[in-house]
């Protein structure tokens, strides 16, 4: 089992940044890759980008791509979505996922994720 523990929503304005964190624990020599996606009222939930757990390789949607980073410590398990240049569109619950099965690449797909955390709220005022 991997249990993940998001933390870092919040209320920001349009223009400003936020950075979400996602730390794991549990059987972390598990996980192969970390994603994250985020779901809007009204809408799928989308994914927004993902990590190899070991590598660190990261992948972005071309939705964020250029706005965010994501990035590892891995002494603490834990990875970090930064997101900048924040617009309304970007409000959301943002949620880790973490999969176990050894993909190719970072899966995209929300159904490919084993562990999920609880998701945290983003909201972009204007």
């Known amino acids: 089992q991997v249990q993940l523990e998001e933390s870092g929503g919040g209320l920001v304005q349009a223009g400003g940044s936020l950075r979400l964190s996602c730390a794991a624990s549990?059987?972390?020599?598990?996980?192969?890759?970390m994603g994250w996606f985020r779901q809007a009222p009204g809408k799928d939930r989308e994914f927004v980008g993902g990590?190899?757990?070991?590598?660190?390789?990261?992948w972005y949607a071309d939705s964020v791509r250029g706005r965010a980073t994501i990035s590892s410590d891995n002494a603490k398990n834990t990875k970090y979505l930064q997101m900048n240049s924040l617009n309304r569109e970007d409000t959301a619950v943002y949620y880790c996922?973490?999969?176990?099965?050894?993909?190719?690449?970072?899966?995209?797909?929300?159904?490919?994720?084993?562990?999920r955390g609880q998701g945290t709220q983003v909201t972009v005022s204007s």
């Open positions: 996922a973490t999969a176990i099965v050894p993909y190719s690449s970072v899966p995209r797909l929300w159904t490919s994720y084993n562990y």
């Open positions: 549990g059987r972390t020599n598990s996980i192969s890759y």
């Open positions: 990590i190899s757990w070991s590598s660190n390789l990261v």
